[in-house]
């Protein structure tokens, strides 16, 4: 079965004023509000920054009191980021393996098995080809993805006691092949794969050959469409909501209507609208990719020349409107459009009417 959820982090409304401190429990509401089944937290501190399990049953009892389904996540996996993630080792008292124990630990005890966990960033402090941590100058990738397997190996007796999943992202920095790939060899009783749509595009796949690819690890997701257009450097990615993009949603969806899994809707925050560049021209990127086909590349240019096409016709928005500041209310319609798409899609696919995709509580969507 599939559901229509919302990623906690671009939820701007459900934010307090600082967004900090809002508990768990408001964003669950805000989401039912809206109509969706549930919410991804990027961590499992949102429910409780301590690990404090009374305050995490009372986070999943306010989502089973709703019909809202919790997932979350815990820290990053590749030990040459976790010095990013300094909260994360001071929950271990300066172990981060242990750190990572506990919060396995506590998640799966009031219930939560899917967890989220990604390899590494995306530093826009800086741009160009050095921004991805895939293309670090003091370690190289392969030595990074090394490490994170070992790391892996250490997590997955863990993860085997507590029933639970790690779910790796196909975040902006990792391929498909190279997830997929790591899932199978440590092994997936213990991992799986959080796919997202949008960021395969950056890695220059093309999203309905790689959720086939990844198609039998998925166990969660992060959704949203993507624009692309070509510039000197290669490609831009943007993000579009569901259905606004180059993704073709009925053949994206056709391997994932038989899991039991949560579409997670990631929204927009960023003024950049989730700028990002696929530079195809610089022989270091080409060399970086040994796996990528040149019938999906090609098939990645093809998805640029006819959004732009559509672009220059109107149809869709252009780059210079993508470009323009966020609207007021933009990173909720985001999210609003998105999952009346998708439930539309899903409807036609599973021939189910739309209005019994909906939650049942009272939602605009």
């Given at each position: 079965m599939?559901r229509v959820?919302?990623?906690?982090?671009?939820?701007a409304?459900?934010?307090?004023a600082d967004g900090?401190g809002e508990?768990?429990?408001?964003f669950?509401?805000?989401?039912?509000?809206?109509?969706?089944?549930g919410?991804?937290?990027?961590?499992?501190l949102e429910?409780?920054?301590?690990?404090?399990?009374g305050e995490?049953r009372?986070a999943?009892?306010?989502?089973?009191d709703?019909g809202?389904?919790i997932?979350?996540?815990?820290?990053?996996?590749n030990?040459?980021a976790?010095p990013?993630?300094?909260?994360?080792?001071?929950?271990?008292d300066?172990?981060?393996l242990?750190?990572?124990?506990?919060m396995?630990e506590?998640?799966?005890?009031?219930g939560?098995?899917?967890?989220?966990t990604a390899?590494?960033?995306y530093?826009?402090?800086l741009?160009?080809?050095?921004?991805?941590?895939?293309?670090?100058t003091d370690?190289?990738?392969?030595?990074?993805?090394?490490?994170?397997e070992k790391?892996?190996?250490?997590?997955?007796?863990i993860?085997?006691?507590?029933?639970?999943?790690l779910?790796l992202?196909?975040?902006?920095e990792?391929?498909t092949?190279?997830?997929?790939r790591?899932?199978?060899e440590?092994?997936p009783d213990v991992l799986?794969?959080t796919?997202?749509?949008?960021?395969?595009?950056v890695r220059c796949e093309?999203?309905v050959a790689a959720v086939?690819?990844?198609?039998p690890?998925?166990?969660?997701?992060?959704?949203?469409d993507a624009?692309l257009f070509?510039?000197?450097?290669g490609?831009a990615r943007l993000?579009?909501?569901?259905g606004?993009g180059?993704?073709?949603?009925e053949?994206?969806?056709e391997?994932?209507l038989?899991?039991?899994?949560m579409?997670s809707i990631?929204?927009?925050?960023?003024?950049t609208?989730g700028?990002?560049?696929?530079?195809?021209f610089d022989?270091r990127?080409?060399?970086?990719?040994?796996?990528?086909?040149?019938?999906e590349?090609?098939?990645?240019?093809?998805l640029t020349?006819d959004?732009?096409?559509?672009?220059?016709?109107?149809?869709?928005?252009?780059?210079?409107?993508l470009?323009?500041p966020?609207?007021?209310?933009?990173?909720l319609?985001?999210?609003?459009?998105s999952?009346?798409?998708?439930r539309?899609i899903i409807?036609?696919?599973?021939?189910?009417?739309?209005?019994?995709?909906?939650n049942?509580a009272d939602g605009?969507?």
């Amino acid at each position: 079965m599939l559901r229509v959820g919302v990623d906690s982090t671009k939820l701007a409304d459900a934010k307090s004023a600082d967004g900090q401190g809002e508990p768990a429990r408001r964003f669950v509401e805000r989401s039912a509000q809206l109509g969706l089944d549930g919410v991804f937290f990027r961590s499992i501190l949102e429910l409780s920054p301590t690990l404090d399990r009374g305050e995490i049953r009372d986070a999943m009892q306010a989502a089973r009191d709703l019909g809202q389904r919790i997932e979350a996540g815990v820290g990053k996996v590749n030990p040459f980021a976790t010095p990013e993630a300094p909260a994360v080792r001071a929950l271990g008292d300066g172990d981060y393996l242990l750190a990572m124990r506990r919060m396995i630990e506590a998640a799966a005890s009031e219930g939560i098995h899917e967890l989220w966990t990604a390899t590494a960033n995306y530093q826009f402090r800086l741009s160009g080809l050095y921004a991805c941590d895939r293309f670090r100058t003091d370690v190289a990738w392969d030595e990074q993805l090394a490490a994170t397997e070992k790391f892996l190996r250490k997590l997955a007796p863990i993860l085997r006691d507590a029933g639970a999943h790690l779910n790796l992202e196909t975040h902006e920095e990792i391929t498909t092949f190279e997830v997929v790939r790591l899932v199978e060899e440590v092994g997936p009783d213990v991992l799986g794969i959080t796919f997202d749509s949008a960021n395969v595009l950056v890695r220059c796949e093309d999203p309905v050959a790689a959720v086939r690819r990844a198609a039998p690890y998925i166990r969660s997701s992060h959704i949203r469409d993507a624009a692309l257009f070509l510039r000197p450097e290669g490609i831009a990615r943007l993000l579009r909501p569901v259905g606004e993009g180059v993704i073709d949603w009925e053949l994206f969806l056709e391997p994932l209507l038989e899991h039991d899994l949560m579409l997670s809707i990631e929204g927009i925050v960023e003024s950049t609208r989730g700028e990002m560049s696929l530079q195809l021209f610089d022989e270091r990127w080409q060399a970086a990719h040994p796996d990528l086909s040149l019938s999906e590349a090609l098939e990645v240019v093809r998805l640029t020349s006819d959004y732009e096409a559509r672009a220059a016709s109107g149809e869709v928005l252009g780059w210079d409107q993508l470009h323009e500041p966020l609207g007021e209310d933009e990173s909720l319609e985001f999210i609003e459009r998105s999952a009346r798409s998708l439930r539309e899609i899903i409807a036609r696919l599973t021939q189910v009417p739309t209005a019994s995709l909906r939650n049942s509580a009272d939602g605009v969507i």
